[in-house]
Nanobody, 123 residues
């Protein structure tokens, strides 16, 4: 499975972005998808995960209420809608995938990773 993350960019504080993760090579319809992020000088951290059919999601406290993860299995894609962005959200955002039924939150739970998309929030 190859994952391609996109949608990052430069946005002002308070703004919104929608990140996309397009999968190829295999249908992801039965896979858990997730987003992680890594800020400069910090460890990679979990952002959100969604199970195979979208009826279970889990979002980190740091973005709770400001971010929504979703997926479209027909398009073999997952998304992260982020709003009310702050400079603390500045990071490279990675999408990840793994076989399974749960909303896994550890990065070592995931088998496949995209290349990352940069999100920069200016104050």
């Amino acid at each position: 499975v190859q994952l391609q993350a996109s949608g990052g960019g430069l946005v002002q504080a308070g703004g919104s972005l929608r990140l996309s993760c397009a999968a190829s090579g295999r249908a992801i319809g039965v896979w858990t998808m997730a987003w992680f992020r890594q800020a400069p000088g910090k460890e990679r951290e979990f952002v959100a995960a969604i199970n195979w059919n979208g009826d279970s999601t889990y979002t980190a406290d740091s973005v709770q209420g400001r971010s929504t993860i979703s997926r479209d299995n027909a398009k073999n894609s997952a998304y992260l809608q982020m709003s009310s962005l702050t400079p603390e959200d500045t990071a490279v955002y990675y999408c990840a995938a793994r076989r399974g039924s749960y909303t896994y939150t550890r990065d070592d739970d995931y088998e496949y990773w995209g290349q990352g998309t940069q999100v920069t929030v200016s104050s």
